[in-house]
């Protein structure tokens, strides 16, 4: 079955693409890590504002970007694994969470948009240095979230739409459809 064989390598595609994203993500965690001490040094305002936020910044990335790096390569292995066993349950399994990905993903993204549009407004509207510091720091913060998720989103479509044609595939049901 073609199907198959593009499930398996589709499967190595995104995991591979997420792996790399999370090397992308503990670089720049590491990078902001140790400019930090360099931004943070002096005492502005405006850069104290900035502090929490670029430092939540930098856990997500060091946190979330080593999350990907260690598991995609492990989840591409177990789920090989299944599906030498048990191939269309194993396929089912995949389409939910790819469709609970998906949705996660499509919420989130506006959320992060909207996060920057009122950060910057709070921007100009505050006259205090360390909340504008604070303003500018969640929106450093809401873009880094939403180039994330937008990233991982991208990658995750060409996935869910090759699961969801495995899963007919295997229960052999033919689809057609234009592209």
């Not at 502005?44 to 946190?63: T, W």
């Not at 100009?124 to 450093?140: R, V």
Request: hydrophobic content about 50%; some cysteine; charged content about 15%.
């Amino acid at each position: 079955m073609v199907y198959n064989m593009d499930f398996l390598q589709q499967l190595n595609v995104w995991a591979k693409g997420d792996a790399l994203q999370g090397k992308i993500m503990v670089g720049t965690g590491l990078l902001l890590a140790l400019a930090l001490p360099f931004l943070f040094k002096k005492e502005y305002p405006l850069f104290n504002g900035m502090f929490i936020p670029i430092c939540l910044l930098v856990l997500v990335n060091l946190g979330y970007g080593g999350f990907l790096l260690y598991s995609r390569p492990k989840h591409v292995e177990s789920i090989s694994k299944l599906y030498q066993q048990n191939p269309r349950e194993t396929v089912k399994k995949e389409l939910q969470k790819a469709r609970t990905d998906n949705k996660n993903y499509t919420l989130l993204k506006p959320i992060w948009a909207m996060l920057i549009i009122i950060s910057a407004l709070a921007f100009f509207f505050i006259n205090n240095e360390y909340f504008k510091g604070a303003s500018l720091g969640m929106i450093c913060l809401s873009v880094g979230f939403l180039l994330i998720d937008t990233f991982l989103h991208y990658r995750l479509i060409p996935y869910l739409e090759l699961t969801m044609d495995a899963v007919f595939s295997l229960s052999g049901v033919q689809i057609i459809c234009d592209r």
